[in-house]
C-alpha cells in the first residue's frame, strides 16, 4: 500500500520536513480530486474522470502511494472498458493509507 523504498528516497532527495509538506499537499489535492470526480460522474464527463484518475494515479504513485496509485489506474482502465469507476473505494484505500502513513493505524483527520 505504500512504497517504502520511494518514501525513503524521497526523503533522502528532499529532507524529511519537505516530505511532510508534500504529503500534506497531496491529501488536501487528492481529496479535492475525489470530490471533482464525484461531480464529474454525476455529470457523466468522461474527459474529466480520466483527468481526475490520471492525475491521482501520478501524484500518489510520486509519493510513494501505491495502493493509491495502483487503485485509480484500475478504475481509469475500467473507465475504459465504461465501467464507472467506485470512488467509495478509492476513499477507503486513502484512509487506509492515511491511517499507515501517519504511524498509528488511524485516518489522519482531514480538514474541510
Known amino acids: 500500500m505504500i ?3 520511494r518514501r525513503a528516497e524521497l526523503t ?13 499537499a497531496f491529501w488536501t489535492d487528492a481529496w479535492a480530486l475525489i470530490d471533482f470526480g464525484v461531480e464529474a460522474q454525476i455529470n457523466d464527463d468522461q474527459v474529466e474522470l480520466r483527468k ?6 501520478g501524484s ?4 510513494g502511494f501505491s495502493g493509491i496509485s495502483k487503485a485509480a489506474e ?9 465501467v464507472p469507476p467506485d470512488f467509495g473505494e ?10 499507515l502513513i501517519s504511524g498509528n493505524n ?7
Not at 500518489?60 to 509519493?63: K, P, Y
Not at 484500475?74 to 465504461?82: D, F, I, M, P
Not at 478509492?90 to 491511517?99: F, V
Open 3 to 5: 512504497d517504502q523504498d
Open 12 to 24: 533522502e532527495e528532499f529532507g524529511e520536513e519537505f516530505l511532510s509538506e508534500l504529503t500534506d
Open 52 to 57: 481526475v484518475l490520471h492525475t491521482l494515479t
Open 60 to 63: 500518489a504513485g510520486n509519493l
Open 74 to 82: 484500475e478504475a481509469n482502465q475500467a473507465l475504459k472498458r465504461g
Open 90 to 99: 478509492l476513499q477507503k484505500i486513502m484512509l487506509r493509507t492515511s491511517a
Open 106 to 112: 488511524e485516518p489522519l483527520a482531514l480538514s474541510a
